[in-house]
């Protein structure tokens, strides 16, 4: 009797174990950055995109796929895109921060359209493409040209960081990107291109590196009535690193900068630096939420380890007041 008794406690101390190992950060091996998370309706898993980082220049030219039933346990899919093997005709290299998008086409059929940004054969600096798949892990298929090959009239930077979301009341999809500012449109119902007179210039006004001055990384989700914008402050080299955000009452703004802008920042104490980049998962059916980021391998966080290309992903909780702020996200190591 007695053995049996110390045989269930050591199950029960080893599937804690397992769980507690599961939960610990960062969530997948090697270094990635930019993660996408998305929930697939078809297979009942959880996907995460990232860019391929740990390549001088930021010169990954993949995109590596994983999936994970409970967002603890996480299987590598392989790779989904390439941009050097003839899959982007019109791209060869450096393909940065994927975003995806579920689109139910009929009974038990699904889209999933796969945005990017890459190096364009004929030069110009980064622009925005997307590919099309029957499934979470494809294989995709690129559109066979950009979607967004400049920046609107009066910004300056770079065409990159682009976000996807489709708006659970009117049913309209949007894009959003920037670096250095951050522009929004209206998708076509094709996924493939977006509405030209829709475009318009969200940039968050004003801020400092300590708060909320806007760098890159758009992201937008909807949560009882309000739409939510978060956005990168300060460069992905940086231990300062975070993420800040606001709202607005459409899909395009105007935006109102939260009071308290900062949901997720660098925790020294915990050796945590450079947490930015982000997406975030509503788990069906609650009203739990997660937030996925990437931060810098705290092995390489001074400047002469190039941090900017050792970055690594985490998930943590993410939490709302009562009024509808979001809480800052308190960083597991």
């Known amino acids: 009797m007695k053995n049996a008794i110390l045989f269930a406690a050591l199950a029960v101390f080893s599937m804690c174990h397992i769980r507690a190992r599961a939960q610990q950060n960062p969530i997948l091996p090697g270094f990635h950055a930019d993660p996408e998370i998305v929930y697939s309706n078809l297979t009942n898993r959880y996907y995460i995109y990232s860019t391929t980082d740990g390549t001088p220049g930021w010169g990954g ?5 994983f999936s994970s039933a409970d967002l603890k346990e996480w299987r590598d899919e392989g790779d989904v895109l390439n941009a050097k093997d003839g899959q982007i005709p019109w791209a060869d290299g450096n393909l940065w921060a994927p975003a995806i998008q579920e689109v139910k086409t009929g009974k038990g059929k699904y889209k999933y359209y796969l945005y990017y940004s890459a190096n364009p054969k004929a030069g ?8 099309v798949g ?4 494809g294989p995709f298929v690129d559109y066979g040209k950009p979607l967004i090959s400049a ?16 708006d659970p009341r009117s049913k309209k999809p ?13 998708l076509r119902k094709s996924m493939t291109a977006i509405k030209p007179q829709t475009m318009k210039v969200l940039t968050p006004e004003g801020g400092t590196l300590d708060d909320y001055a806007y760098r890159e990384a758009p992201y937008v989700f909807y949560r009882k009535g309000t739409y939510y914008f978060m956005w990168s402050v300060d460069d992905t080299g940086s231990p300062n690193y975070h993420v800040a955000y606001g709202t607005a009452k459409s899909p395009l703004g105007p935006i109102t900068v939260a009071r308290e802008p900062v949901v997720l920042r660098q ?8 947490t930015a ?4 998962i509503n788990i069906p059916g609650t009203d739990d939420w997660y937030i996925v980021y990437h931060r810098i391998n705290r092995h390489y966080v001074n400047a002469d380890k190039n941090p900017g290309v050792h970055r690594e992903v985490c998930i943590d909780r993410m939490e709302f007041n009562a009024d509808g702020t979001i809480k ?3 960083t597991r190591k």
């Not at 920046?151 to 489709?166: K, L, R, S």
């Not at 925790?267 to 450079?274: R, V």
Request: aromatic letters at 14%; glycine letters at 14%; charged letters at 15%.
């Open 277 to 280: 980049h982000n997406s975030v």
């Open 267 to 274: 925790d020294p104490s915990k050796a945590i630096y450079g």
């Open 151 to 166: 920046a609107p009239n009066g910004c300056h930077g770079q065409q990159i960081d682009v976000d996807v979301f489709v």
């Open 124 to 131: 110009d600096g980064k622009q925005i493409g997307v590919a």
């Open 328 to 330: 800052p996200v308190e």
């Open 134 to 137: 029957d499934s979470p892990t």
């Open 174 to 186: 949007y894009l959003y990107w920037g670096n250095g500012y951050m522009a929004g449109a209206e």
């Open 61 to 65: 030219y993949t995109y590596r796929c």
